[in-house]
């Protein structure tokens, strides 16, 4: 979405830079609204898999078009399609992965350690964004464009796996249940047997003697 300006006008978009921005804009802001209101009707894990899948269906579309325009093919008649991608892509975006993740990483863990380990991941959260931005032109420059929209919807289909394999639902339910999910004990099994998992998964924090 950072480049969206810069993939316009690589697909032959007849928007300009600005257009392009507002545009997008706009279009984050509706899929933000649409997130608020069906975090809680469909459930933050469900939200991550459609965007996923969404995110991963306009990079190969992109990437498509793109390879086709790379290989002289007469495109212009579907310029529209890099826009609709693009477009489709801020709202599933906004939809999910956007805002998801951040109310996940808030409901699965022990409150003890709760402010500790989200700092943790939102800090290697931000490293990995800078990093895609940041290195961006140069995948660009070594895989082209196309490649780039292949690579990028390969990383959405691993993440809908990993989510749909090792994510609990967190809607509406308790943190030892969530716990008791991720760490295969059964509704039979001893009350106690979830209470150390918290931590064990990020390692002990030293306490202080105060």
Not at 11 to 17: I, K, N, Q, R, T
Request: proline content about 3%; charged content about 15%.
């Amino acid at each position: 979405v950072t480049y969206a300006a810069k993939i316009f006008k690589m697909s032959g978009s007849s928007l300009d830079a600005n257009t392009a921005s507002i545009l997008i804009g706009l279009i984050q802001v509706f899929g933000s609204w649409l997130s608020t209101v069906m975090m809680e009707r469909a459930g933050r894990r469900s939200l991550i898999l459609i965007s996923c899948g969404g995110m991963a269906i306009c990079h190969s579309i992109l990437g498509t078009f793109l390879l086709i325009q790379s290989l002289g093919y007469e495109v212009k008649s579907f310029s529209w399609i890099p826009e609709v991608s693009v477009s489709l892509y801020a709202i599933t975006y906004c939809l999910g992965m956007g805002p998801a993740p951040f109310v996940v990483a808030s409901e699965v863990f022990a409150a003890d350690i709760a402010g500790f380990a989200n700092s943790i991941a939102m800090t290697f959260m931000w490293i990995i964004a800078f990093l895609s931005m940041k290195c961006f032109p140069g995948v660009i420059d070594a895989l082209g464009m196309d490649g780039s929209f292949y690579l990028l919807a390969t990383f959405c289909v691993c993440t809908f796996f990993f989510t749909y394999f090792f994510i609990p639902e967190t809607k509406g339910r308790s943190i030892e249940s969530i716990l008791d999910e991720l760490n295969g004990v059964t509704k039979g099994g001893r009350d106690g047997e979830y209470r150390r998992t918290s931590v064990e998964l990020i390692g002990e924090i030293p306490r202080s003697p105060v």
